[in-house]
């Protein structure tokens, strides 16, 4: 890593950092063949350690300078009286295997070893040694090269004046950034009321390094609200790199639109901002494998990338590298755009994506920010989001109909552990009664699923395009349940799925259906480290009620701050009526003919354009059924099941302004949060019922895990999940301070939300 001191005098960088910048070469090589695991590395290199004569030293600190760079480093083995430096590298199944840019790689570094001992000890030559050893045949696999310290020095000198010139560039701008940031101004002149608060406890966080959970109502510009601070406390040094995360494309595009602002304002910080996308939604050839043989963007990937490294930067200066600049980058110097934006996260100032890139089990960021020891300030949008994005990223399933075909497409070394799998999951299910059931961890199931993993590893070792797709997505299945396996606790639970209709008997050799779940209820254990791995964080939303709830969830420290922002609306903004009509399951059938009259009755009386959402679509369809028998004149249009996001705009376009009629959504759903219509473009809303989660034999399993953890289980499972959904779907009609509209909170229920304070301060029923 390049550790920033503000002077091109003095730079230190590692050699694995040295020659992973300046030395690859050759195609981007991505085909899978398992590697060791860093337990199975440490104990290769244990074994060739302690085959080694007395006097062959190991893990030898090394360092040397060329002109205004220190490069530091641990050899792995080192013989002074055989004048022989060894660099050892674990692996799996034949050594040819090993894609050549990695090779390359490895050689690079171990000869930067042979340079530095020989300078150190006055050696005129080096015996430079790259062993793999291979942990399936226990076997060694050692070239051996004599090279002169002259040309030892040459290829040293040669990677450091490349790195060089690159860190002194990236020192200047460093220095420059900061002194722009120390001098940034607030874009918009004076800040909104509630906005300039936001600031200041973002900038109070980030200089004590705190979390900071911050309730911020829509209206006040949440997004120049957390930025702008976050750069300020940049500019005193107290960021290497900032991340704005978010669950949404919305988001991101706001926080995209937020920085342009501040870039273009006095300062005119050279901010090099870049947008990292999914993979699938950038691959130019989705067909192919990441390869050079199968992608002809893969194909002298690392050759082409310096340059396309160096317009990219020049390009940051300027502009946001958003991925349609990134692509076009990448087109222009005819490699992969989705990893050339992994490179480009080295080297930028703030990284706007998705919360998988740092909350993941397999977030490069976050590796990447651990790897190099970033100082990285987050700022995660929309934190309401993450308690189910959380929950979703540390669950794992395995479905026994993908299990049941595996064997006859499996090679024939895999065929034994296939059937043994079965035999263990039949043995398991039998015992098992159709429907939900919370179960158990049954660790010979999980000691047979690992054989299995290591089986296929081992084949995958030596013949890594032999694997049928199928049987691959279960193999990735299986690894990713049983990690989760191994951190298994009172967070989460193990449950079965099994139809309710099974014939009496099964046919011979065919599976018991069923899904197996490891399935997280409290992503805090695992959210924790990756907010303790920030310098600071603020996670902030709209609807952060009650705030424990979320503290509680995400995993925030006990010393987090809290922050609710006042909303700049008045009570005379919103007319909010609770209107007594119980929506319970076994009422709702009576319930859809008086709400049908209330929208009906409303709409006549001031038309326009107005937003109904419904727990589910089968409610949906009933009211607005009632609706359009009622009054067949009124201009209805309705989410559907898995809209196109064509269908979802033309949805939207139906809210023009000064238009009316009436939009059927369900509560939580494309339309609920993130969609903004201010003005006539929405003048009020109706929300039915709650928004509860469906009382089944998942949820009630989530229920009784949260209650024995720590109480409050109806809450934490039904009620504030659904009391998030309300309030947001409410929030689409007053947008801007001088909106006007009314809000109908259909239920007798919300009587005791008002009661309890946990609906915003600022309504006021009508």
Known sequence: MLYPTHSVEQMQVSVTALCDFAARSGDLDLRFTPGPSAVEGMEGHRIIAARRAPGFASEVAVQGEAGSLNV????????????????????????????????????????????????????????????????LGHKEHADTRRLQAAELEQFFDGLCARFRQWGEQEQVHRKTLLDALQQLEFPLGKMRPGQRLLAQQVFIGARRGRVLLAQAPTGIGKSLGTLFPMLKAMGEDRIDKLLFLSAKTTGRAAALEALQRLRQGNARPPLRVVEITARDKVCVHPGAACHGESCPLARGFYDRLPQARLDAMRLAETQLLDQAQIAAVAAEHTICPYYLSQELVRWADVVVGDYNYWFDTSAFVYAMAVAEGWRAGLLVDEAHNLVERGRGMYSASLNGFALQGLSRIAPRPLKRPLTRLRAQWNRMMEQLQPGYQDVELDEEWLAVLQEFIGRTSDFLAEHPAELPAELQRFYFDAIQFTRLAEEFGDHSLCDVLRPTQLPDVLPRGRLH??????????????????????????????????????????????????????????AGQLQVHVVPISTRWNDRERSVEPIAELIVRQYRAHPGNYLAFFSSFAYLEKVIDRVKAMDSEIPLWEQTRSMREDERSKFLAGFQEGGSGIGFAVQGGAFGEGVDLPGSR????????????????????????????????????????????????????????????VVYLIDDRFERLFQRGLLPRWWRRG
């Open 72 to 135: 530091r480093g641990r050899a792995d083995g080192f013989s002074l009286a055989l004048q022989l430096v060894e660099e050892v590298k674990t692996h799996k199944g034949p050594v040819d295997r090993i894609p050549l840019n990695q090779q390359a790689l490895h050689w690079a570094q171990a000869m930067v070893y042979g340079h530095l001992l020989c300078r150190e000890h006055g050696l005129a030559h080096m015996d430079v040694r790259l062993l793999y050893y291979d942990l």
């Open 513 to 570: 259906d069923g899904v197996l779940t490891l399935r997280n209820v409290v992503p805090a254990p695992f959210l924790r480290p990756r907010l303790q791995a920030a310098a600071s964080a603020v996670l902030f939303s709209a609807t952060l009620q009650p705030p424990r709830f979320y503290a509680d969830m995400l995993g925030l420290p006990e010393d987090h701050a809290w922050l609710d922002v006042l909303a700049p609306f008045s």
């Open 682 to 741: 929405l003048i009020g809303a109706f929300v039915a019922t709650l928004g509860l989660p469906p009382v089944d034999p998942v949820h009630e399993a989530m229920r009784k895990r949260i209650e024995a953890l720590m109480g409050q289980g109806f809450d934490y499972v039904y009620l504030f999940p659904g009391l998030r959904k309300v309030v947001q779907a409410a929030g689409r009609v007053v947008r801007t301070e001088s909106d006007r509209g």
